[in-house]
């Protein structure tokens, strides 16, 4: 199918996620085993860089989780909305601080916050925590990248390549580079007048690289990420896309860099890691998990009534999971297909090899192979490419099977559906990590823009770097005065981001976003749903979008019910 990973694209969509909340639901990873997690105790005194810690070693070891929404687009995109996913939304009581930072918990002024929150007026506003006393000593440098005044944060992004700029501006996606640039310094102004920062100021930057995602090149990262930090001096970077390139997370976080990005790679990666590496999406493991959850409990063992043909339809489920061979993603596939074997079902698997010059070839083949091998139900676990090329190669071959939802890669987002061949799609459903979109001048981004003295709407994919942003930003702020890698990490793991989900009463369409003890990605449920060419998306107006199943509830691991989905109109 698609042979690369398509960043930049992928990147663009999330404009329309909006998350909220979220309760422990993902199952604790093998907590690491690469330098991060012998080299830096998390939270323990004289770690490298770091003033003494406040708080005990051992952050890892905390709970819950941490909560957010927001709208979202790519790096190099921007659909209309809002959406995304991560970012504090904290319902946490007042006062409450990370564990072990003494200074941010206790007694203190909380007059300015608003319903346990640090402020009112975005969902993804953190904990309450009480005002830091003026003048008061928060330590000085307690880690690269922070002084006694600032934190430096760095926006990265990568090189354009010409043909994903073309196909982004096509579905008027792209993001220009001086609208994101705009809307960093919004943020900025926002987080340093909102947040308690203890005596600092967040500085952002926004680095351009030369090096390309599509397809991408290993070795240009690596040293790119060296670069970055020998020229800017980050305590963290963020990088907002989906992408294939972990070298660059790897190597930020050999340097001891706090890294944000990558989308989906097995959760492994960010343990090993420790406490360097996170993701505000699904982490490929989890994802694998919750949607081999769902293919057992709904569809196993069944027909596959949803197939374009009724030769398809009078066979029991035989799937196919088409994924890219790489280091980081073939992992969490072979998961799934383990997953749907143990519930009795035959799994063909088919990766693709991430070689542009090869993309067209590999389709027909791939296909192909499906089709011989008499699958009837076809499961992407890929970037949202992926499904253009396969889908126009399926009906090419005449061949029409049901297309069954992963929920990962922005393939359930409804601008990028309408890419894939319809005579194909309109027998897609399963589970979606994206929540139903909401308009952009709603959201927390539009918020941020407006209060920091912008007229008009941000651009459209803002919510993508604001979720990233507020994550962050509610890290830094738990993590008390004495700011390094492990008081950071015990912030976010410990739940004191953590905002109120459908568990604890709330609204049941909130998407979870959670981090927790071994978790270092934070989307934590998908909703259930189906395509409908003909319904207008409430993205832009236009036919074609997913139509939610189950009045647009989320589903953690555990929680799916048995039965297949009832797809109205489809017998």
């Avoid at 319902?91 to 002024?109: I, V």
């Avoid at 996606?173 to 920062?197: C, G, M, V």
């Avoid at 539009?446 to 770097?465: E, I, R």
């Avoid at 107006?541 to 989320?554: C, E, I, Q, S, T």
Wanted: aromatic residues 10%.
């Amino acid at each position: 199918m698609q042979a690369r990973r398509y960043a930049p694209f992928a990147a663009v969509v999330l404009a329309q996620l909006v998350v909220v909340a979220l309760a422990p639901s993902k199952p604790p990873q093998q907590a690491g085993s690469s330098f991060a997690s012998g080299a830096y105790a998390p939270g323990a005194a004289g770690a490298p860089g770091a003033a003494a810690a406040g708080g005990s070693a051992g952050g890892v070891a905390g709970g819950a989780a941490t909560g957010g929404t927001g709208a979202g687009g790519t790096t190099g995109g921007g659909a209309t909305g809002s959406g995304a996913v991560a970012g504090p939304s904290g319902a946490a009581s007042s006062g409450g601080g990370a564990p072990g930072s003494t200074t941010a918990a206790g007694k203190g002024d909380t007059s300015h916050c608003r319903n346990g929150r640090q402020f009112a007026g975005i969902l993804t506003a953190p904990p309450c925590v009480p005002t830091w006393t003026k003048g008061a000593d928060n330590g000085g440098t307690t880690y690269k990248g922070v002084t006694a005044k600032t934190i430096k944060i760095v926006y990265f992004r990568e090189k354009d390549n010409p043909v994903v700029k073309g196909l982004l501006q096509s579905q008027g996606l792209y993001s220009d580079p001086a609208d994101q640039q705009r809307f960093l310094q919004a943020a900025e102004t926002f987080i340093n007048s909102k947040y308690e920062l203890y005596g600092r100021k967040v500085e952002f930057s926004f680095y351009r690289s030369p090096c390309q995602a599509a397809p991408p090149d290993p070795t240009c990262f690596r040293t790119d990420a060296k670069n970055l930090v020998a020229q800017e001096k980050p305590f963290g970077v963020f990088y907002d896309n989906n992408t294939n390139t972990p070298a660059f997370f790897d190597e930020l976080s050999k340097l001891g860099v706090i890294n944000f990005g990558g989308w989906h790679f097995q959760d492994s990666f960010s343990t090993q890691r420790r406490p360097f590496h996170y993701d505000v999406y699904m982490g490929g493991d989890f994802q694998a998990t919750l949607t081999g959850e769902y293919w057992c409990k709904k569809l196993a063992g069944k027909k596959a009534r949803y197939a374009g043909t009724p030769d398809l339809q009078a066979k029991v489920r035989k799937a196919v999971v088409f994924y890219p061979q790489t280091e980081v993603n073939t992992e969490p596939a072979q998961r799934l297909e383990s997953i749907m074997r143990k519930c009795g079902s035959d799994v063909v698997d088919i990766p693709y090899s991430p070689d542009t010059a090869t993309a067209a070839q590999q389709s027909r083949s791939q296909v192909q192979k499906a089709k011989d091998a008499g699958v009837t139900s076809v499961l992407y676990f890929a970037d949202p490419i992926a499904p253009a090329f396969g889908t126009n190669q399926m009906t090419q071959q005449a061949w029409f099977p049901e297309q069954v939802l992963v929920g990962s890669g922005l393939i359930d987002y409804d601008k990028l559906a309408r890419l894939y061949d319809q005579q194909q799609w309109k027998n897609a459903f399963g589970p979606s990590d994206l929540p139903m979109p909401d308009a952009l001048e709603k959201s927390d981004a539009a918020v941020v823009w407006k209060d920091a003295g912008q007229s008009g709407p941000p651009y459209a994919s803002s919510n993508l770097p604001w979720s990233y942003l507020a994550t962050m930003a509610c890290g830094i702020q738990m993590s008390g005065p004495t700011l390094n890698p492990g008081t950071f990490e015990q912030a976010l793991l410990s739940g004191t981001c953590n905002g109120g989900g459908w568990r604890d009463g709330q609204n049941p369409k909130r998407a979870r976003v959670q981090f927790g003890k071994g978790d270092y990605t934070a989307l934590s449920d998908a909703r259930q749903v189906w395509w409908d060419p003909n319904a207008p998306s409430k993205i832009d107006g236009k036919n074609g979008a997913y139509v939610d199943m189950d009045g647009g509830r989320r589903y953690a691991i555990g929680d799916w019910t048995p039965g297949e989905p009832a797809l109205p109109g489809r017998s």
